[in-house]
Structure formats: C-alpha cells, structure tokens
C-alpha cells in the first residue's frame, strides 16, 4: 500500500492561508467589483494579515526561540523553514496589495473625484481647514515622546500607527541626532474630509496632518526627518486552565497583555530613510525579514470605515436585504412551524430573523421552562442575548454556555457573561483545555400532549450581524432524537457524566473524527465493492492528516471527491496514483463563505450532514463540536442543490492546482454561473412564491484536473 504520509503530498498550512488571501486580494483587483467594495477587501486583507502575524507567525516565533526545530506533520518543514517561506510570501503579497491600491484602485478613486491629497496639493482655503483641525482638534490629544538616555523606546500599543521623528537641537550641533515618537490617535477618525471643489471629495489621512504640522511639538528643534511606522505584536493568549481558578479573571488579565506582547513585524513607510529603519529595528530587537516597507497608508484596515461613507451608493454592491424564507411567511407562532416539519435556513440569503423569533418567542411563551444556548460569537448589541436576558426575568431556566476563549471576541463575550449572570441565567466559561464552538439552541416547552423539545442546530454563529456576510446553514427540529440529544448535550457540557450515546449527533472531541472516518472509509468500501461512492464537503479548511489520508485511499480506490474549502487546504489535489479523483476549489466573493456541509453518496442511499466543524485537527480534538444529519427529503434535496450549484461555479471559483496555486475556474458558458448571486435572486424569486429557473446539474462528475 502507498505511504499517504509523505510531506510531498501535503501543503504546509501557513503557506495555504497566505494563498487564500492572495485571492482575497484577486477580488480587490477585480475591476468587476464595485469600486468601494474594492477598497474593502483591502481592508479585510490587511485585517487578516494583523491576525496572521499576532497568532500564526508569532507562535512559530516562539517555538524558534525556544529551540524547537520539530517539523510540522504534513509539510515536514521546520518553524525557521515557514518563517523563511511565510516571509517570503508575505513581502510579495503586501507589494501586490499596495500596487492595486495606487495603481489600480486610487486612479479609479480619482476618477470617480475621491482624492487622498498631501499637504503640497493643498489650496489655500484646504490649508487654513487642515491647519484650524489639527490646533483645535489634535494638538490637544498629542503627546510627543522623547527617546533618549532618560526616556527608554516607548512600549507602544499592539497595531498603533506612529509617527518617528528625528530631529537635531541647533543649540548642540555636536549632539548628534535625536530621536521621538508622536502616536497617532486612534480616537481620532483616520482620514480627514477637507473642503472640496463641487462634484469631488478631497481626503487626507491623520498621520499626513500631524506630519505637516509636526514642528510645533518640538518648537526649537530642526526637524530632519518624520516617518509613519507600526508595531504588530504576539497577541495569543497563554493561559494553564489547569491551574486557573477563576478563568473569567484570567483571561482579562491576559487580554491586558495582548497589547503589549513581543514584536512580531515592523511595517514603515517605503520613503522611510535606511538609518531610521534600521534605528527602530534595533530598538525592537526585529530581523531584516521582519520589516515591511510599504509603498502606500500603513494600516490600509481603516477602508472599513471609509467603505461606509454616505453618499457613495454607487460605488458599493446594491444594498441586499435577506428574505424571508418561504415556509415562515405569515407565520406567527414559530413552534407550530416547526412541529409539522423540520425547516431549513440558508444565510444571508435568507433571514436569520427566525432564530432570533424562536428565542424571542421562546423567553415570553408562557409555556417554555427552559432555554439552553451555546454562544461563541454574539454581536455587541445582540438581540439572541437579550432575549434571553427577557427569559430569565419571566422566570424561564436559561443556561448559556458562553465561550469566553473564542479569540478576538473575549472582551465582548466577557461582558455579555456578567450581564447574563445579574440576570439569574447559568452560565458557564467553556470547558478546560476546550473551545466550544458547537452551535445549539433546546427550547423545552410545556405543551396539552406533554413536554416537547425544539431544537435549532447550526453551521454558523448566534451573531445578527454576521449573518448577513456569512454563508451559513441553519435547521429547526421537533424531532425527538435531536431533542434527546439535545438535552444531553447539554448535560454533559454542565454537569459530570460520561459522553452519551447519541441518537442523531455526534460531538468532538470524542467520536467526531471517527465519525468521519468511517464514512469516508465506506465510500471506499463501496467503490472497490462495485457499488456508487461519491463524497462532497464544503468546509473552511482542511488540515487533518488522518482525514487527508483516508481521502487519498479513497481516491486511490476511485472515489470520485469534490472538495469546496473557501481557505486553508494541506490537501494536493491531482498527484497521480494518490489525488487525481479529488478536485478542490475556493469560492470568494461577496459573501464569507461559512457553512460547512458533508455527503456521502453511500451505495445511493445518501447521508447529508452539517456541521459546526471544519475538517481541521483542532475542530476533532481541541473544540466541543456538533455534527448532525439532515433527515427530511425536501431538505436533503434543497442541500444537494446548493453544493450543486457551488461546483458549477464559474465567476468566483478557483481550482487548487497540485503545486498548492490557484486557477479560476474557466467557463465555457456564455454567461458564467456565480453560485452567491444564484442564491440571492433565488431567495428573492422565493419570496415572492416563484421558482428561479436554473439548468439542473444534478452533481454531475467533473473533469480531471490538468496536467
């Protein structure tokens, strides 16, 4: 038997995340898009570089200064060896991203009369505004740090903008340069609208202003040189929860530290001068490969704000507004609904008002005892979360499980956790060593024929906000395995037992897995036994390497494989006498595709699961995850669709290649097929009762991979 183990057949993970941000950034290229929307996915490539650094490069940082040298599992390359190839990877990507942003994005602004301007394109009438904003509004919150012998390199905030400056004392020439910092608040709106010429929008960025003005924080000293830098910082959290008493403290202890954490990159301007590069990596103690030197705004993540200027309609994808789905219209006692048949959700192409009304619903109905709801990542105003603040007032048993590890969102969730406590509701942290990112909501209602369980179980979040970006798919169920399992669940998550045997789900960390395996293995079974074998998955990324292997014997038997995974893939599609039946493809777009979808053909029986879990090793053996099948025929149909529309993708699909680059998806169709716009006139069409005519594809096979 071939040996699936080899590090040639697998990609290393870190390489495959700069990959999907790479196509991130095709979209930002992409003169198809609307300009504004252009300009965001800057931003998001930006922001998922910060994170990239903080948590991904920063580990490997670490465990090179600890004198790890253990290759990664898959890939076989050491921690230096990825630092090497990330930082290699990562200068080209930031050059591509700065060069769209001048060369393609900015003269296409400029068109459209939005101009970022400098201090020397001013009029006189720019300059007097520039200049009444900068001492009635900036000077007052600036404080200049001096950096010398009596004054240490100021600790300065993880991602802050500042500004360097070098300066020299006339009065002692022979003192030779002298060096300050000047933060750039971040209080303080990024960009500046100044007075403009009539059908135009003149900008300019905060630092820009500072700058000009910059000789009345140091009144006295000649300036020579002033320069935008910024410091990302290791920004993972360490915390023993063995050892912790109280987690909720511990981790607002460690969120304080986040801000101040080891270097992990220095970006500077590209006009910035080899000596006061080289000062501040000194003083960082940061290698060559480290420094970033950008031909453009340090921090391009503020576009996020820019995006949402008013008035710039036309330069931003047509307002869409989620339907109503077909089955809920008119109703207005969501239990009723789900109690004839269970009801499917597709986001955001369909509204995530309805989970929102089941707990709503839920925390007034005077017959719901209880409410029992996982959260990992609520919005800031949730309305999920004051629903069930409203429960536990009328005296309903609610009990949260609130993960307050999930990265980024700690701070957020923390508050949430201690306004649910006051309430009277049970909430518990999450469980030691684990992230529970499974998502569940058990409603128990007293009904004339006795208790009944509502269960609504999910892809994505309990977040309003997010689901109207995201891609998720949502069931709610009567069904009595799912409520049994259900109310397991979450006995199992708050008391002591041992994990049960479940009717309908399974959980992670344990049997998940397992659970996948013996699926992927029986489609194995089936194909070598003559029978159909057939398996698609849509998932967020792939990095297990039991999963990949089993995937390899399955191809090798002739398994036909259809992978969708919108970001990280270990996996090499098309090596001959190991992949060539799988072919993988990344759909990025509009929308973040998020949902996570599992079929088997099964001899022609077909078994269709979601998940919470992405096929990735932290999801089977580091989180509390959900995996449950879709029973109901009409569903299972509506899913089989959806995947087939997604592999029919033509306009934002990419193929993976086996050398781990990748291709867009070439139509041979007049018009090609752009899965998340299909979805959106087929959700409107719905609404109004009509069928969207589309050719049926019916998960026809594809052709192999060129060589």
């Known amino acids: 038997m071939r040996d699936f183990s080899l590090p040639d057949y697998y990609i290393n993970r870190e390489l495959s995340w ?11 290229a992409n003169r198809q898009n609307p300009l504004f929307e252009r300009l965001k996915f800057i931003a998001i490539t930006s922001s998922n570089f910060d994170e990239f650094f903080m948590v991904r490069v920063a580990g490997l940082k670490d465990q090179v200064k600890a004198g790890l040298s253990k290759p990664d599992n898959k890939s076989g390359m050491t921690p230096k060896e990825q630092l090497a190839a990330i930082s290699e990877r990562t200068h080209a990507v930031m050059n591509k991203l700065f060069d769209v942003l001048k060369h393609q994005i900015t003269p296409e602004l400029e068109q459209a009369g939005i101009r970022f301007v400098k201090a020397h394109q001013l009029c006189a009438e720019q300059q007097a505004f520039m200049r009444d904003y900068f001492h009635h509004h900036l000077f007052p919150v600036l404080t200049p740090l001096a950096v010398d012998a009596s004054h240490p390199f100021p600790l300065l905030l993880n991602k802050s903008l500042n500004l360097a400056v070098l300066l020299e004392n006339p009065q002692e020439e022979d003192e030779g340069p002298l060096f300050a910092v000047v933060q750039v608040p971040a209080v303080v709106p990024r960009f500046l609208q100044l007075p403009s010429p009539a059908g135009e929008a003149h900008f300019m960025l905060l630092e820009e202003v500072i700058k000009e003005h910059i000789e009345s924080l140091f009144q006295g000293y000649t300036i020579r040189e002033t320069s935008p830098f910024r410091i990302t910082r290791n920004a993972d959290l360490t915390i023993d929860e063995d050892e912790t008493e109280d987690l909720l403290e511990a981790i607002q202890q460690e969120l304080k530290k986040r801000k101040m954490g080891e270097p992990v990159i220095l970006a500077i301007d590209s006009s910035m001068s080899d000596f006061l590069a080289a000062t501040l990596q000194d003083w960082l103690e940061l290698e060559d490969a480290d420094v970033y030197r950008m031909d453009g705004p340090l921090d391009p993540s503020f576009f996020f704000k820019f995006y949402a200027l ?72 949730s309305p999920i979360v004051k629903a069930l603040l409203r429960a536990a007032e009328n005296g309903k048993q609610v009990t949260v499980l609130l993960e307050i590890k999930a990265r980024f969102d700690e701070e957020n969730n923390i508050v949430w956790a201690k306004a649910l406590e006051k309430a009277g509701c049970h909430v518990i942290y999450g469980i030691v060593g684990l992230k529970t990112h499974g998502k569940i909501t058990l409603v128990v209602r007293a009904e004339q024929d006795g208790i009944r369980r509502y269960v609504h179980l999910s892809t994505g979040n309990y977040n309003d906000r997010t689901a109207r970006v995201y891609t998720d798919l949502g069931m709610l169920t009567a069904r009595e395995e799912f409520g049994i399992d259900a109310s397991h669940f979450f006995n199992h998550l708050t008391g002591y037992s041992q994990p049960p045997y479940w009717k309908a789900i399974t959980t992670a960390p344990v049997g998940l897995r397992e659970t996948f395996l013996q699926l992927i293995e029986q489609e194995t079974a089936n194909r070598l036994a003559g029978k159909p074998a057939r398996i698609i998955a849509k998932m967020n990324a792939l990095t297990d390497k039991r999963i990949m292997e089993a995937l390899y014997k399955a191809s090798c038997a002739g398994v036909e494989i259809d992978l969708i995974i919108r970001g990280i893939c270990c996996l090499r599609p098309g090596i001959a006498g190991v992949s060539e039946n799988i072919r993988v493809i990344s759909i990025v777009g509009r929308f973040l595709e998020h949902s996570r979808i599992y079929y088997f053909l099964n001899g022609g029986e077909e078994r269709i699961f979601l998940a919470s879990a992405d096929w990735m090793t932290r999801n089977m053996v580091a989180r509390v995850e959900l995996l449950f099948p879709v029973y109901q025929e009409n569903l299972k149909e509506r899913i089989k669709q959806i995947l087939d529309i997604m592999l029919s993708d033509d306009a934002k699909a990419r193929m993976l290649l086996p050398d781990g680059t990748y291709i867009n998806v070439v139509s041979n169709k007049p018009a090609p097929l752009n899965s998340q716009l299909y979805f959106l006139e087929e959700a409107c069409l719905s609404a109004i009762g009509k069928k969207f005519d589309a050719a049926p594809h019916h998960l026809e096979p594809h052709l192999p991979l060129p060589e």
């Open 310 to 381: 008013p008035g710039y309609d036309h330069l931003r994808f047509e307002e869409y507004v989620p339907q109503p789905p077909k089955e809920l219209q008119g109703v207005t006692n969501i239990f009723e609904a789900i109690r004839q048949k269970d009801l499917l959700l597709h986001h955001p192409y369909e509204s995530f008002d309805p989970v929102i009304q089941f707990v709503q619903q839920a925390a007034e109905d005077p017959g719901v005892l209880a409410i029992k709801q996982t959260l990992y990542r609520v919005s800031g105003d």
């Open 18 to 28: 700069v990959a999907f941000n790479e196509r991130v950034l095709e979209e930002a």
